[in-house]
C-alpha cells in the first residue's frame, strides 16, 4: 500500500477509531495515545490486512488490543494519586436523558458494553464486531440481548 493511499485511510477512519477508543478507555489522553499507536502498528503490518475486509474491523482489533494490554499495565502499575484530577477537560453536559443513558451504559459489564458501542455507536454489524473481539456472532447476539434487557430494566427503574 502507498504512503498516499494509508494517509487517505487514516483521514477517513480516524474520527470512528478515535469514539471507539475514548469510550474503550474513558480518557482522552490516554486516548489520543492509543489512536496514534493503532496507525503506527496499522502501518507497520499493513501486509497482515487481507485486501476485501473491513479496514475499520481490522484496525479496531488493533485498539482493542492496545487499549487491553494498557488496562492490563495500569492494573500492573497504577498511577500515582498525586494527579490532579482539575487538569482533565470536562465533557460537555448532556440532555438528562442522554446522561440517564450514558450513565446506563457505563454500569453494564464490560463485554456488554463493548457490543452496544461497537453496534449502536460505530454502526458496525455482527461479524465486523466478531472480527474485532474474536467471538462467535451468535455470542454476540446473546450479550446484545442481555444488555439491552439490562437497559431497559434500568432505564424503566430511573423513571
Not at 131 to 157: C, F, N, P, Q, Y
Request: net charge positive; proline share 8%.
Amino acid at each position: 500500500m502507498q504512503p498516499d493511499s494509508f494517509a487517505a485511510l487514516v483521514r477517513q477512519h480516524q474520527p470512528a477509531l478515535s469514539r471507539f477508543v475514548a469510550r474503550y478507555l474513558r480518557d482522552r489522553r490516554e486516548a489520543d495515545d492509543i489512536v496514534q499507536d493503532t496507525f503506527l502498528r496499522a502501518w507497520q503490518q499493513i501486509g497482515r490486512f487481507r485486501p476485501g475486509t473491513n479496514f475499520l474491523a481490522w484496525l479496531f482489533t488493533i485498539a482493542r488490543f492496545l487499549c487491553m494490554a494498557r488496562r492490563q499495565d495500569q492494573k500492573r502499575h497504577p498511577p500515582p494519586s498525586t494527579l490532579d484530577p482539575r487538569h482533565e477537560p470536562a465533557a460537555p453536559p448532556l440532555p438528562e436523558n442522554l446522561e440517564r443513558l450514558k450513565q446506563a451504559c457505563e454500569s453494564l459489564p464490560a463485554h456488554q458494553r463493548e457490543v452496544v458501542q461497537l453496534r449502536f455507536f460505530d454502526a458496525l454489524d455482527y461479524r465486523a464486531i466478531a472480527e474485532i473481539t474474536g467471538e462467535r456472532e451468535v455470542t454476540l447476539r446473546s450479550r446484545m440481548h442481555d444488555a439491552l434487557e439490562r437497559l431497559r430494566g434500568l432505564l424503566t427503574k430511573s423513571l
